[in-house]
């Protein structure tokens, strides 16, 4: 009896090693040669944060993201949809029977603030964010993003790792990661949480995951010092200093007589970065030496602190970037405060709740780009406002406010090459999916990481057998969005 391997009529009909096996086989090692190689940075354990070249000439080399957490409406705000206000009162055509995050919708509702033409683009925003709404001609207002999930905490997650599960790094850890920074007393990146607290999901959006933990956001705001900086009681800074340059002595030596130990290089670096952090971070949250007109610009001098704090934050958020801080990720809305109190989330009574929200973001955010560009640094920094997903047309059944609704929603992007004043892709007559030059967060993440000059495809870290990156499996430079 003859063994099949050993007929050749049998081995080349099996599907296992026969020809169809020979063809497949081709193929994957053609798709292996066409896939893009990683680039990974030179990265010295000694000196983590040092500056990298990016991998192409880059248009920005800091990047700003404004985070509105809790669905911000983009029916209320930025998506102007004159059909909606015709057809006030009636069903969602086609949705009799549609059930979304909560439940069941009730009939299309208009926006609850109106829309007018402004600037010289004429784009037509809500009277809901009066300020950012003078900033039309410096926005690309980008219509067609869709996103994963219509929950808040997988949605906030993929906005800002690019996933919707937990444990992967945040896209201002990546853009560390690749890029270092220019500012070697301060972290290359910092989140501002909003003075209300955290958002859902807290660190995940400045989390290293399986990033190294020195590429990881350090949380801190002008009202919010850095924890476990400050000295204990009775410690002299004379005292401190001294203790502090005695263990650097000895771990220096120590690397002297063992050679390479890029362990011990590596804790090294972070404990003289925590050192400058003790003056630096302090010196940069000082507001003190900001003019009074500036801060009553901001909004700084406020009575309510919540909308102070904010105005405090975006302050910060100038200082950061104007001291080359690579990436800032700037929170507007917390989730402890229940549904819709703290944040954007407005199922219930949005009427009430949005012009809370709406004056603690409006004039402090209107006013930190308008500062940046006015100090020049738009030239060379990317601006995104960002929300995890948008809202129904419809109002919820029984209900005066707007259900999740991740098939349709409006970024804006602003700053180095970004097309100011312009529009990108379209959602459909009543604002509920996304028909035009459709987007995902992926493309979203790919276009800021091109914007800094980086590859977002080459971009990676290898982990449990994967070559991990920001936008995973996908995405696309939103190019038309791009001058």
């Not at 010196?283 to 904010?310: I, K």
């Amino acid at each position: 009896m003859n063994h099949p391997l050993l007929n050749r009529r049998d081995f080349l009909a099996d599907p296992a090693w026969g020809l169809g096996g020979i063809a497949l086989a081709s193929l994957l090692a053609q798709e292996a040669k066409a896939a893009p190689t990683p680039i990974r940075p030179v990265i010295d354990p000694r000196d983590p944060l040092a500056p990298r070249l990016p991998h192409f000439r880059a248009r920005a080399n800091k990047a700003l993201v404004i985070y509105c957490s809790g669905a911000l409406s983009h029916l209320d705000t930025f998506d102007h949809k004159p059909e909606l206000v015709k057809r006030h009162g009636q069903p969602l055509p086609g949705g009799d029977k549609l059930v979304t995050f909560q439940g069941a919708q009730g009939n299309l509702h208009q926006p609850l603030w109106k829309f007018k033409p402004r600037g010289q683009c004429g784009k037509m925003v809500s009277d809901l964010l009066p300020n950012l709404a003078t900033l039309a001609d410096d926005f690309c207002f980008v219509h067609s993003m869709t996103a994963r999930s219509n929950t808040h905490g997988p949605g906030e997650n993929q906005m800002s790792t690019g996933f919707t599960l937990d444990g992967f790094p945040g896209m201002g850890t990546w853009v560390s990661y690749a890029l270092g920074t220019e500012n070697r007393d301060l972290p290359a990146f910092v989140a501002i949480p909003d003075p209300r607290g955290l958002p859902q999901v807290g660190p995940n959006h400045w989390n290293s995951a399986f990033l190294p933990a020195v590429f990881q956001g350090v949380p801190f705001g002008a009202n919010r010092p850095i924890p476990n900086l400050a000295r204990p009681n009775g410690l002299s800074e004379a005292t401190d200093t001294a203790s502090r340059d005695y263990a650097t002595l000895l771990m220096r030596r120590h690397l002297e007589r063992r050679g390479e130990d890029t362990d011990l290089a590596a804790r090294l670096a972070s404990y003289e970065m925590a050192a400058r952090l003790q003056s630096r971070a302090a010196q940069v949250a000082d507001l003190a030496d900001e003019p009074a007109w500036l801060l009553e610009a901001y909004g700084a001098n406020q009575a309510d602190p919540n909308r102070a704090g904010f105005a405090k934050n975006c302050i910060l958020a100038r200082r950061l970037l104007e001291k080359g801080v690579r990436f800032v990720q700037l929170f507007n809305g917390s989730y402890a405060m229940g549904e819709g109190v703290g944040n954007w989330d407005g199922h219930k009574v949005i009427a009430q709740q949005y012009p809370t929200h709406a004056a603690i973001l409006d004039r402090p955010a209107a006013m930190l780009i308008r500062d940046l560009k006015n100090r020049g640094l738009l030239e060379d920094t990317v601006v995104a406002l960002v929300t995890e997903f948008g809202r129904m047309p419809t109002f919820q059944a029984g209900a005066s406010g707007r259900d999740h609704n991740p098939k349709g929603f409006t970024v804006l992007l602003a700053g180095a090459g970004i097309r100011a004043g312009s529009s990108y892709g379209a959602t459909d007559e009543f604002g509920h999916q996304a028909v035009e030059k459709v987007a995902s967060v992926p493309d979203l993440h790919a276009t800021l990481l091109h914007l800094l000059g980086l590859d977002h495809e080459r971009l990676t870290w290898y982990h449990n057998g994967v070559e991990r990156r920001l936008t995973d499996v996908h995405g696309h430079v939103l190019k038309e969005a791009l001058s």
